[in-house]
């Protein structure tokens, strides 16, 4: 059973930055998988960021490209997502996820495993 537990939540002001993280568990470190970073606000679907596969590879939303990081610390079986110049946009419910698979995508749908989130406020 894999486990995720996100952290690094927070409120920051316009144009600050912000650094997420996603200690993983029971997950078989040799077989394909994809990790992956979404968020939510009330009402609105939830928005796929960023991914990373096993190999590295990573894919960004149009929205944060440029301006948010994913990465991985295979040492401490962490996921991180590295947020800059924060908007005021950014405001959502963050998610780590995390599936078996070669090929990565930012689709929620292929995602079957989630952790509890952890609440970004970004203020003005």
């Known amino acids: 059973q894999v486990q995720l537990v996100e952290s690094g939540g927070g409120s920051v002001q316009a144009g600050g930055s912000l650094r997420l993280s996603c200690e993983a568990s029971?997950?078989?470190?040799?077989?394909?998988?994809?990790m992956a970073w979404f968020r939510e606000v009330p009402g609105k679907e939830r928005e796929g960021l960023a991914t990373?596969?096993?190999?590295?590879?990573?894919l960004y939303a149009d929205s944060v490209k440029g301006r948010f990081t994913i990465s991985r610390d295979n040492t401490k079986n962490t996921l991180y997502l590295q947020m800059n110049s924060l908007e005021v946009e950014d405001t959502a419910m963050y998610y780590c996820?995390?599936?078996?698979?070669?090929?990565?995508?930012?689709?929620?749908?292929?995602?079957?495993?989630w952790g509890q989130g952890t609440q970004v406020t970004v203020s003005s």
């Open positions: 029971g997950y078989t470190k040799t077989r394909d998988y994809c």
């Open positions: 990373i596969s096993r190999s590295g590879s990573t």
């Open positions: 996820a995390f599936r078996y698979g070669l090929y990565c995508t930012i689709r929620r749908y292929e995602y079957n495993n």
